[in-house]
C-alpha cells in the first residue's frame, strides 16, 4: 500500500477529533480503546496510512455528540464558540450542507482506503 498525502477531510476530520476530546477531555488513547481500535490509530490516520472507516466516523459523531456531516464539513475549532447543531446525517444531506451528500461522504470515505 504507497503511503499518499492526506486529503484535507482526513485532516478536517482527525483535527476535529482532536478538538473534541480536548474540550471534552477525552483522551485519544482512550477513545481507542472505547471504539476497539488499535493504539494509535488517529496518528496513522493524520498520516494516511490508515484511512478512516464510515462506522469509525458514525461511532466518533454518536461519541461527541454530533453529526457525521460536523465531523467531516466544519471547522469545530472555530464553530466550538456556538453551540453545535444536532441533526441527522440525513437531514445534512437533504439539505446538501456543503454540497456533501450522504452517498458523496461514502464515496469520499470509499476513495480514501
Known sequence: ???TKPSEISLRLCHNV??????????MKDIETTLGLA?????????????????????????FGVTVD????EDLEKKLKEP??????????EAGSDGF?????????????
Open 18 to 27: 482532536r478538538i473534541l476530546a480536548k474540550k471534552q477531555r477525552i483522551k
Open 84 to 93: 453545535l447543531a444536532k441533526a441527522t446525517l440525513a437531514d445534512a444531506a
Open 39 to 63: 493504539k494509535g490509530y488517529f496518528c496513522r490516520c493524520e498520516q494516511n496510512s490508515n484511512a478512516m472507516r464510515i462506522d469509525t466516523v458514525c461511532k466518533l459523531a454518536d461519541l
Open 70 to 73: 460536523e465531523l467531516l464539513c
Open 1 to 3: 500500500m504507497t503511503n
Open 101 to 113: 451528500s450522504k452517498e458523496g461522504i461514502v464515496r469520499i470515505l470509499s476513495e480514501e482506503m
